[in-house]
């Protein structure tokens, strides 16, 4: 990649934790009241080519065994097969448009150091945790029939059982929130911080819910 030069290099430097002034939403009676949410991780979403997903379900159906949850990796030539639309390609593009997003300025190396896909049957769950990474991300490939959609209804704190993936930090405090959950979908990729807590409730229903994740390690500009 292109290195900047020295003088943009040091106003990255002291701006790369600072929040940007941009409402987050805003109360448009007189007189306008503006929210800024300026603190905290950043989660992004996007969206993964159907081919994509397709050629990655053929690589894991034979891997799975029909009602057993199980977590394996994912071999190198699955990870480059497709080129420029490879997981690796993808993957490490959407984590330099993650970091550019966030510090105003992409990546200087990208490093993905493991792959691997998570298939759970009903009943699973992935209590909440962390990784040692600079970056991760969840890949939804398969998901499942939820039993009782009035679960979807629910929140995690009420112990809801539909499968949603839940992202977690500090506490209960006044005037701000800590929990925000995700409902799965094929194809839905996100990418966050290694060290940002989430985990994965249980569900109640037919079907695989099958996710592929990773661990990646970035360089930045200084």
Sequence with gaps: MTRISAERAKALALRRYEATAVPWASDR???RLDFYSPFGPMIAKTQIAPELVARLNRYADPQVTPGVSR???VPQAAVVDGGTQSLQAVTEAAI???????????????R????????QVAGSASPMHHHSS???GVLYLKVPEI??????EKTYISNRRAGFINFMIGGRQEFSRSLISFKPVVGDFYVFPGWLLHGVEPFDGQGERRSLAFNAYVETQR
């Design 134 to 136: 600079d970056i991760s």
């Design 71 to 73: 977590e394996f990796h």
């Design 147 to 152: 039993a009782d959609p009035a679960e979807e």
């Design 29 to 31: 009676a007189e007189p």
């Design 96 to 110: 330099a448009r993650y970091v550019n997003g966030v510090y105003g300025a992409p990546p200087e190396q990208v």
């Design 112 to 119: 993905v150091e493991t792959f691997w896909i998570v298939s």
